[in-house]
């Protein structure tokens, strides 16, 4: 799916979701929701799959 779909799928703007997919913003309970959903992935792993968190150095 493209950013704009997945975005329209959501409601939010493209550039809202851009932001979500690359860490750079939060996004609400029930837009991970939404997003577990569609791609039938728990929303644990696809928080963790951001470009932020994989920045990230182990403690």
């Known amino acids: 799916m493209t950013q704009k779909q997945v ?5 939010v703007t493209v550039f809202a979701y851009k932001r979500i997919e690359y860490g750079d913003r939060e996004g609400r ?4 929701d939404r997003l577990e959903d569609l791609f039938g992935i728990h929303q644990r792993i696809l928080r963790e799959d951001t470009p ?8």
């Open 52 to 59: 932020t968190n994989q920045r990230r150095s182990p403690a």
């Open 7 to 11: 975005a329209e799928y959501l409601g």
């Open 29 to 32: 309970i029930s837009t991970w």
